[in-house]
């Protein structure tokens, strides 16, 4: 069974950095794509980042391009978005997907499976 589990969100004001984390486990992070969503109160859940299976590919939002960064530690099965310069328009329930294929998915149909979400709360 598979299970991803997101950490790391919080309250931050505009500007401030956070990491959120997804630990995986069923399955390893290096076995397909993984991605990051969020989904804002009143509005559809949208494409944040992705990397691909052998990390050789990140592909982002264009709103979050150069502020955020995925990463993914084969060693600790978990995949990370470090988001920097965080803006009042971030603030959502962030999370994480696992798809089974290998290439580049910007749609949320693309993905398996799914986390609980975590919280990102930025202030003015």
């Known amino acids: 069974q598979v299970q991803l589990v997101e950490s790391g969100g919080g309250l931050v004001q505009a500007g401030g950095s956070l990491r959120l984390s997804c630990a995986a486990s069923g399955r390893t992070v290096s076995s397909g794509t993984m991605g990051w969503f969020r989904q804002a109160p009143g509005k559809e859940r949208d494409f944040v980042a992705a990397?691909?299976?052998?990390?050789?590919?990140?592909y982002y939002a264009d709103s979050v391009k150069g502020r955020f960064t995925i990463s993914r530690d084969n060693a600790e099965n978990t995949v990370y978005l470090q988001m920097n310069s965080l803006k009042p328009e971030d603030t959502a329930v962030y999370y994480c997907?696992?798809?089974?294929?290998?290439?580049?998915?910007?749609?949320?149909?693309?993905?398996?499976?799914w986390g609980q979400g975590t919280q990102v709360t930025v202030s003015s």
């Open positions: 990397i691909t299976w052998n990390g050789g590919s990140k």
């Open positions: 997907a696992a798809a089974d294929g290998v290439g580049y998915y910007r749609d949320q149909y693309e993905y398996h499976y």
